[in-house]
């Protein structure tokens, strides 16, 4: 495995983004559900793991119950238990110690709020490390153990969290190889695979079969390859190189590293190398946030009218083309299977500044109406905004670009971002298929709004309204219904100018002649998945 990024953590309850999330849920963990394997005929949905079934669901989804399977190990023989899982999951709560990972696990268990001594309202309970027992009682109340079964107790009906506890932050953990801060990158397995030796941040480690691991009592993992060495921090072109010229221990090679513009076309044309690569989606949508508190994007109709103006295609074509980027009006597309995609407006996806115009005239501000728009800068990123700004300019707005290279997200997120940009923009990918991971996230103000920032709600959108309709959405039991609803919600979204969609994210991804069963899972962000891959011995 050659990686172009570092991994960040290993700990399960940090690890939320990036190679780790997928790679140790294959190699190292096991949840009490996981996603289904690649190359099964599955597009989504949920299988059991640690658990026999993906969970019974009690109180009108506001108790959640599982039973583990008996015959998980840990790589020292023992078997996982339902006080194992308990454990990890209360690692969550410790925040100050345990830096990174989702929310989840403290925003959803029915744990009630305390206020700490610099005023804030943060969780009675502060994790297993924490000096006194405060909260511990009402933890005790929210997962409990009985035999084999634990059971979750929800502050609000959840009925999508048989998919929460597939996140490695649902893990178990041994509270005897708990090393808490210091065990980033410590690894003690549940799965086919354990770290031999130490793993070396920047290089890498070599990851080993695993003795306590069977088979026949692991439904997801076949773990075929008897040692999957990972080497880190490895230059994006380089690692792409080495595995287009396959050579020697590089014909076993898979990777995460897309290939870069300049290597795309060598990678696409030649038949060659045809076998050999991928062009799955990801899970990662493009998206601009208007910010509403602004002078121009403050009015509704001139939100409208930039995004019947915004030309996807030509955002798509300087981004790469279609092998890069797919025009996309709805930030589910990569979330809800069969998503209608389609614009509020009428207009297609290379937009229409005429149209656009006739709207932005309606606004009562003078034309042509200033639009500051920020950006993370990158080569194909300047030629996209560039090519949107030809149409924005088109339906009369005056635009000045403002391409940020360090820290991007903080400075969008800044407190005076909301006086200097009217655009920004921004990315998103779901925690798992659902729009309960997309659009409360990043539109609800609820969730988002304070003092001291806009959140992920970059926009600073607030809107009663679309509140209203998440929280019907959220409510909505019955999936193929609620999934409905999550598609309505972002129709409403989109149709206020809350968000204007541009594009989903496409890899291109190259792997070794002898690497057999390859099969990148859409539920994993496109990427390899582990499970089903094989090894030629030729």
Known sequence: MLLDNPVQHWDPQRIYTGPEAS??????????????????????????????????????????????????????????????VKYGVSRNFAREVLTGGPPYAVSLLDIPLATDAGG???????????????????????????????????????????????LAAFAPVRKDHDLRAAGSFSVFSAGPYMLEGDWVPGAGGRFVRTRSWVEADDPIRTAYPDVIEIREGLETTTAIQR?????????????YADAPPALQRQLLTTPALAARVTNPAASTMEYLAPNTRSPTMGNAKARQALAMATNRDAFVTAYGGPSAMAPSFSLLASSIPGRLDRSPFGVSTAGDPAKARAVLEQSGLALPVPLRVAYRRSGAADAAFAALRAGWEQAGFAVTLFPITDDYYGAISAPGAVSRYDVVRASWAADWPSGSTVIPPVADSRLNLSASGPGQDYGWFADAQVNAAIDRAAATADDPARDVAWGQVDALVASKGGYIPLAQQRHVLVHGSKILGYQDNPLFGGYVDLARVQLSRG
């Open 23 to 84: 790679l140790s849920v294959r190699m190292f963990l096991r949840t009490l559900t996981t996603l289904p394997a690649a190359g099964l005929g599955v597009s989504s949905g949920l299988v059991p793991d640690l658990a026999t079934t993906t969970g019974q669901r009690l109180d009108g989804g506001r108790t959640w119950r599982f039973t583990l399977v008996g015959d998980a190990k840990w790589q020292d023989g023992r078997t996982i238990t339902c006080d194992d």
């Open 120 to 166: 804030r309202r943060v969780s009675a309970y502060a994790g297993p490390y924490s000096a006194t027992a405060a909260g511990q009682a009402a933890y005790d109340r929210a997962v409990s153990c009985s035999g084999s079964t634990i059971t979750f107790r929800l502050k609000a009906p959840t009925y999508d969290f048989g998919s929460t506890v597939a």
């Open 243 to 255: 595995i287009i010229d396959d050579q020697g221990p590089d014909r076993y090679a898979v990777t």
